[in-house]
């Protein structure tokens, strides 16, 4: 009797484990948080490039930036030579477009979309730890000339929150918080990282 439930608890234990294996664990994809070294303690912002024909964006991302980290309170930002880490940013696309028209083909609505890539350099280590390139705020809104517009740049200022925002959470939180336009990339080190950094 004994040998016969050893066997049905053994043949019970054998499918249990291979419909475990052949239908797949819920979590087995999931890629874990990679948040940053133990050794960063504190953050420099460097100076915002701005690659657009658009003057001062640079001005705004960088005061709302530094808004958002001093509301998070989990890392101070300190000056680029007393940190640990350096958090890098470029403007690359700036695009308000007209989507929508009135009859006299004069713009009612607009969408005002930016592109950012954004690093991050391990100082200690010397090497780009993330990237996102192409990380985007886009917003659709009506013009001023609306009953309920808003001015360019008032769209600006909802936009930059927006970045701020994600570029706060992607440097906490840490892979697959916030995802750039075509994707995140993986850690770069030697000549091919020091490249994007170096002044």
Same mark, same amino acid.
């Given at each position: 009797?004994?040998?016969? &439930? *050893?066997?049905?608890? $053994? #043949? ?9 294996? #052949? ?7 999931? !890629?874990?948080?990679?948040? *940053? ?12 490039? &701005? @690659?657009?024909?658009?003057? /001062?964006? +640079?001005?705004? *991302?960088? $005061?709302? $930036?530094?808004?958002?980290? =001093? ?5 101070? #930002?300190?000056?680029? +030579? @007393? %940190?640990? /880490?350096?958090?890098? %940013? ?5 695009? &308000? ?6 009859? &006299? #083909? ?26 996102? !390139?192409? *990380?985007? %705020? ?12 808003? =001015?360019? +740049?008032?769209?600006? +200022?909802?936009?930059? @929150?927006?970045?701020?925002? @994600? ?8 892979? /697959?918080?916030? =995802? ?11 000549? %091919? ?5 170096? !002044?």
């Amino acid at each position: 009797m004994k040998k016969i &439930n *050893l066997f049905y608890l $053994l #043949l019970f234990c054998s499918g249990f484990f291979s419909l475990v294996v #052949l239908t797949g664990c819920p979590y087995a994809y999931t !890629p874990s948080t990679i948040l *940053l070294p133990q050794h960063i303690k504190k953050i420099g912002l460097r100076p915002i490039k &701005n @690659d657009t024909a658009f003057f /001062g964006l +640079e001005d705004k *991302l960088t $005061l709302r $930036l530094q808004e958002e980290f =001093t509301r998070g309170g989990t890392y101070p #930002l300190v000056k680029e +030579e @007393d %940190a640990d /880490g350096i958090l890098i %940013a470029v403007i690359n696309r700036y695009i &308000n477009q007209p989507v929508s028209y009135d009859e &006299n #083909l004069v713009a009612q609505e607009r969408k005002l979309w930016v592109l950012v890539n954004i690093y991050f350099w391990d100082k200690v280590e010397d090497k780009i730890i993330w990237s996102e !390139p192409n *990380l985007q %705020a886009i917003h659709r809104y009506f013009v001023e000339t609306s009953a309920s517009g808003i =001015t360019e +740049e008032q769209a600006r +200022e909802i936009v930059w @929150d927006k970045l701020s925002r @994600d570029i706060y959470k992607r440097t906490i939180e840490g892979f /697959g918080s916030v =995802t750039g336009e075509l994707g995140r990339k993986a850690p770069v080190s030697g000549p %091919a990282g020091k490249k994007e950094i170096k !002044p």
